[in-house]
């Protein structure tokens, strides 16, 4: 295993047990064990828990982007169906984890926003960014006449950010989909105008 691959292993590994227990509840001996490698190797690539934690929040973003881009950018379809495929994507993602796991972003700022100003300006940053996104597509969409023309893009982009992560909770503490498709049926009919 190379270097890269060495932390890349790591930072997965600890974004899985992040996703299962929480920030708070995942040890660096817990990470390098379920990776198997040794503190050194934690030691030579982070300087310490939260600059691990950072670290796993950059990668998980990364990966999410490239992910987020591939659906809202596909101009083989219309923004309407991309901004779909992502719901479908997210239900598809929630089902397959049993509802263990929801948003590792929005479980990291229901868990650290509040304590950790670093952590929450990174995660604020990455949710920026996928608002941006949404909008992007919704504004593309306005234009073409697909949703209702008086739509404001930025407001619909936060609302399908904020109403989505919200969804995604009341779904793990449901262990059903049930919140994530109501939320769908609502966002395209209420605030896309689309029946």
Same mark, same amino acid.
């Given at each position: 295993?190379?270097?890269?691959?060495?932390?890349?292993?790591?930072?997965?590994? /600890?974004?899985?047990?992040?996703? #299962?227990?929480?920030?708070?509840?995942?040890?660096?001996?817990?990470?390098?064990?379920?990776?198997?490698?040794?503190?050194?190797?934690?030691?030579?690539?982070?300087?310490?828990?939260?600059?691990?934690?950072?670290?796993?929040?950059?990668?998980?973003? #990364?990966?999410?982007?490239?992910?987020?881009?591939?659906?809202?950018?596909?101009?083989?379809?219309?923004?309407?169906?991309?901004?779909?495929?992502?719901?479908?994507?997210?239900?598809?993602?929630?089902?397959?984890?049993?509802?263990?796991?929801?948003?590792?972003?929005?479980?990291?700022? #229901?868990?650290?926003?509040?304590?950790?100003?670093?952590?929450?300006?990174?995660?604020?940053?990455?949710?920026?960014?996928?608002?941006?996104?949404?909008?992007?597509?919704?504004?593309?969409?306005?234009?073409?006449?697909?949703?209702?023309?008086?739509?404001?893009?930025?407001?619909?982009?936060?609302?399908?950010?904020? /109403?989505?992560?919200?969804?995604?909770?009341?779904?793990?503490?449901?262990?059903?989909?049930?919140?994530?498709?109501?939320?769908?049926?609502?966002?395209?009919?209420?605030?896309?105008?689309?029946?």
């Amino acid at each position: 295993m190379t270097s890269n691959d060495t932390r890349n292993h790591i930072l997965q590994t /600890g974004a899985d047990l992040i996703g #299962q227990k929480g920030f708070g509840a995942t040890g660096i001996n817990a990470v390098l064990t379920s990776a198997g490698v040794p503190k050194g190797s934690f030691y030579h690539y982070f300087s310490s828990k939260n600059d691990f934690g950072l670290a796993v929040i950059d990668t998980f973003a #990364q990966e999410y982007d490239t992910e987020l881009d591939q659906i809202l950018n596909d101009t083989s379809r219309s923004c309407v169906d991309r901004i779909r495929a992502y719901f479908d994507s997210g239900l598809k993602t929630m089902s397959n984890c049993e509802f263990t796991r929801g948003c590792l972003i929005g479980n990291l700022g #229901q868990e650290l926003a509040g304590q950790n100003e670093t952590f929450r300006r990174r995660l604020d940053t990455v949710f920026q960014g996928w608002e941006r996104r949404f909008e992007l597509c919704i504004e593309e969409a306005r234009l073409a006449g697909d949703v209702d023309e008086f739509i404001n893009p930025a407001d619909a982009a936060s609302f399908l950010l904020s /109403g989505w992560e919200g969804a995604i909770l009341r779904a793990k503490v449901l262990k059903s989909t049930e919140p994530m498709e109501r939320f769908v049926r609502v966002f395209f009919r209420q605030c896309l105008g689309i029946t």
